[in-house]
């Protein structure tokens, strides 16, 4: 399981432009860091290199486990972390059970094929009167809702949340930081790219800073 994640020298662009360089940091199990700066400023871009979806221009990332030892970056890609973009990557034609189901068969002997996995995302997320519902005609608080049975459902170490909160409501907001607070406390490490504060404590890095 990844314990730690080590980004050294990162330097990451989209066209000709450099969005920062020599980014270096440290997450640990038990931490989550915020990703904070303007629109534009590369925290979604950093979420999609730490996943493998885009490529870095220089630099490092390095997943450790417990021991220390290198984590195949493949596997802790496919089976260790989660990242949970801004748009939920749901299909509007499923019924949220469809999609539960859908989830549980993709993300195969992770977890959330155990009924216990999905039972306890719906329970936590609320997520039982939406059940019967078609996807596209959820609400937007709703789809991430849905979208954020895998994290619970389906334990990985690693979350990538890229604006977590922003369609939530203030009692779902405290929800989901009850919910990551329980990751950080099982060891599991967050990054989080946000516009608004997490209601939970976290270090935060300004990409608008990193230049
Ligand atoms: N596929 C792409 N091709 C070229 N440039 C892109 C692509 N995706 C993003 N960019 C550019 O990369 C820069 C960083 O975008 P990114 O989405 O990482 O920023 P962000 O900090 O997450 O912004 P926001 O706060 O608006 O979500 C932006 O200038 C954007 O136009």
């Known amino acids: 399981m990844i ?7 990162l330097r990451l662009t989209r066209g000709e432009r450099t969005l920062f360089r020599d980014l270096t940091l440290v997450i640990e199990a038990g931490e989550v860091l915020a990703l904070t700066g303007a629109n534009g400023s590369g925290k979604t871009s950093l979420l999609r290199a730490i996943s493998g979806f885009l490529t870095p221009a220089a630099g490092d990332i390095v997943f450790h486990d417990a021991d220390a030892n290198v984590i195949d970056p ?7 972390l989660h990242h ?14 469809e999609e539960l189901m859908f989830q549980s068969d993709w993300l ?4 959330l094929d155990s009924a216990s996995g999905i039972t306890e995302a719906i329970e936590t997320l609320g997520l ?3 059940l019967d519902l078609e996807v596209r005609k959820l609400s937007a608080g709703q789809r991430r809702r849905l979208a954020m049975a895998r994290l619970i459902g389906a334990p990985r170490a690693l979350w990538l949340l890229d604006e977590p909160l922003s369609p939530l409501d203030s009692r779902w907001r405290e929800a989901v930081g009850a919910i990551m607070q329980a990751h950080l406390a099982s060891g599991g490490l967050i990054i989080a790219a946000v516009h608004d504060p997490l209601p939970i ?11």
Do not use: E, N
């Open 3 to 9: 314990q730690t994640l080590g980004i050294s020298g």
């Open 74 to 80: 493949g596997l802790a890609r496919s089976h260790q």
């Open 84 to 97: 949970l973009g801004h748009l939920d990557a749901l299909k509007g034609a499923r019924t949220a059970r």
């Open 108 to 111: 195969g002997h992770s977890g």
């Open 128 to 130: 039982k009167p939406l």
């Open 201 to 211: 404590p976290t270090r935060s890095l300004d990409l608008g800073l990193v230049g």
